[in-house]
Nanobody, 113 residues
Framework: QVQLVESGGGLVQPGGSLRLSCAAS????????MFWVRQAPGKGLEWVSV????????WYSDSVKGRFTISRDNAKNTLSLQMNSLKSEDSAVYYC??????WGQGTHVTVSS
């Protein structure tokens, strides 16, 4: 059974940074496109970033481009999201997703002073 476990969320002040991690298990992580998706309170799901299985290419939504960096370590089956210059509008539950099919349970990020 595919398992994705996010961690690293929390409360941070505007302008601060957080690093989210997603530990993957029970599937061939290195063959999957991996995504970060978020859902702000009262809003729908928003795609944040995607990374190719090899890790050689990445894409970002316009709302996070230049501030967030997605990365993966296929040897350790982990996906990361480095989030810098955080804004209040980045507050959301962040999910990692494998191949558009498998979801983690999410980790909460709150950006507030």
């Amino acid at each position: 059974q595919v398992q994705l476990v996010e961690s690293g969320g929390g409360l941070v002040q505007p302008g601060g940074s957080l690093r989210l991690s997603c530990a993957a298990s029970d599937f061939t992580f290195s063959t999957y496109w991996m995504f970060w998706v978020r859902q702000a309170p009262g809003k729908g799901l928003e795609w944040v970033s995607v990374i190719r299985p090899s890790g050689t290419e990445t894409w970002y939504s316009d709302s996070v481009k230049g501030r967030f960096t997605i990365s993966r370590d296929n040897a350790k089956n982990t996906l990361s999201l480095q989030m810098n210059s955080l804004k209040s509008e980045d507050s959301a539950v962040y999910y990692c997703m494998a191949g558009g099919m498998h979801w983690g349970q999410g980790t909460h990020v709150t950006v507030s002073s």
